[in-house]
């Protein structure tokens, strides 16, 4: 199993372009998110799906948009990129239900927005 | 809603000494907590969780955590750390129940030292 994948995993771009991440699982997870990563930050929640065709806004959702047609992908979209959107992103996914499942998460795409 | 606090940004520890990395959180209900590994330019993986019963958790490569419900805290220890043990470490809270929110702590870099 390859787990989770993310393409790309670097991309530059200029200010105003736009873009699309893509994640993919082989694990048959029902729950996929979306989060970047910055310096003294932590991980933050951008988005998230708990399952295909559901989608939901997590901590910082604003200049973003997801999509989540097939169970096993989960795209990010910035339609308008900024600076402040440079950042390393991480797709992450885990199962559903009462049990607590870990979250697996995939190598990460490092973006740079000039 | 959980918030989950690192206090210490950065810890430089000798080859073969013992360590301990801080983790407090703050919920008012019951929570999940977890911690997570990030080696250089790869995503975050498990290292241990705490869901219920003992207090004392263990988890992979030599490392332990212990919940301490009293002082809401959940500190990850290694009695004598390796240079491979260099790597981003982070605490995560979730309350118990629902969805699987994961709040993560903003992360402590442990660097061992030859």
């Known amino acids: 199993n390859a787990g989770v994948t993310q393409t790309p995993k670097f991309r530059v771009l200029k200010t105003g372009q736009s873009m699309t991440l893509l994640c993919a699982q082989d694990?048959?997870?029902?729950?996929m998110y979306w989060y970047r990563q910055d310096p003294g930050m932590g991980l933050r929640l951008i988005h998230y799906s708990v399952g295909e065709g559901t989608t939901a806004k997590g901590e910082v959702p604003d200049g973003y948009n997801v999509s989540r047609l097939k169970k096993q992908n989960f795209l990010l979209g910035l339609e308008s990129a900024a600076p402040s959107q440079t950042s390393v992103y991480f797709c992450a996914s885990s199962y559903s239900g009462t049990k607590v499942n870990e979250q697996f998460f995939g190598p990460g795409t490092r973006l740079t927005v000039l | 809603a959980q918030s989950v606090t690192q206090l210490d940004s950065q810890v430089p520890v000798f080859e073969e000494a013992p360590v301990e990395l801080r983790c407090n959180y703050s919920?008012?209900?019951?929570?999940?907590l977890f911690w997570y590994v990030q080696y250089p330019n790869q995503g975050l993986q498990l290292l241990l969780k705490y869901l219920s019963g003992s207090t004392l958790v263990k988890g992979i490569n030599g490392f332990e955590a212990e919940f301490n419900k009293s002082q809401t805290s959940f500190h990850l220890r290694k009695p004598s750390v390796h240079i491979s043990d260099t790597a981003e470490y982070f605490c995560a809270v979730r309350i118990s129940g629902g969805y699987q929110k994961v709040t993560f702590g903003t992360g402590t870099k442990l660097q061992v030292i030859p």
């Open positions: 919920s008012s209900v019951s929570v999940y």
């Open positions: 694990m048959n997870h029902e729950y």
